[in-house]
């Protein structure tokens, strides 16, 4: 009998490479084998994949159907890796540490991202500007400096931003809130960026 691919894979999440030893078309009942005779291919858009799970996961991009829910919290996910990943916002398992400062992670793509602060890794490139960034967020929050999209608007004054964290610190001026003290001599500040600019300019 020709292996499927799901005897290679702890599960049907996981993203390893599978090699059919014999070249044989055979599907499995759980859709899970290679198919060599042509592709699998989604119903709404030109996806193509060898694998059935693959284009079944990515078809519910399509639908919206989330059909793994947690137990804790009733959250609905569309992959069923992706809900494995959010129970341990519940059980506040951190299985992931950096080999660099031993910090540890819930999920192994965060650990990937963390480790590019000790690597100085920035694979993702602007293509306008050639600036890198470490992470692909940061590069899509870069390209609104050249498109000048602002699509976060603050629902008091109707300002808009192109960061979301930046519109987060705009509104603490109509709240008056002031979370970042300084350590030195006690005074708040309404974002980060404030009380970075305070320490060099006074405590310097």
Known sequence: TVPTKAAFWDDGDSESDFSCPTGELVESQR????RHQGMYECEYCPYTSPYQTDVTRHE???TGEKPFRCS?????????SNLRNHMRTHTGEKPYHCSVCNRAFAVIG???THMRTHTGEKPFRCEVCQKTFGKKDHLV???RVHTGEKPYQCCICEKTF???????SHKRTHSGER????????QAF???????????????
């Open 110 to 112: 965060t650990l990937q």
């Open 190 to 204: 309404g974002s980060k960026t404030h009380l970075s600019r305070h320490r060099k300019r006074i405590h310097k």
């Open 31 to 34: 859709g899970t084998q290679p």
């Open 72 to 80: 804790v919290c009733e959250r609905v996910f569309a992959v069923n």
């Open 141 to 143: 929050t870069h390209k």
């Open 179 to 186: 979370p970042y003290k300084c350590e030195a001599c006690g």
């Open 60 to 62: 519910r991009t399509h």
């Open 162 to 168: 192109s960061d979301q964290s930046n519109l987060l």
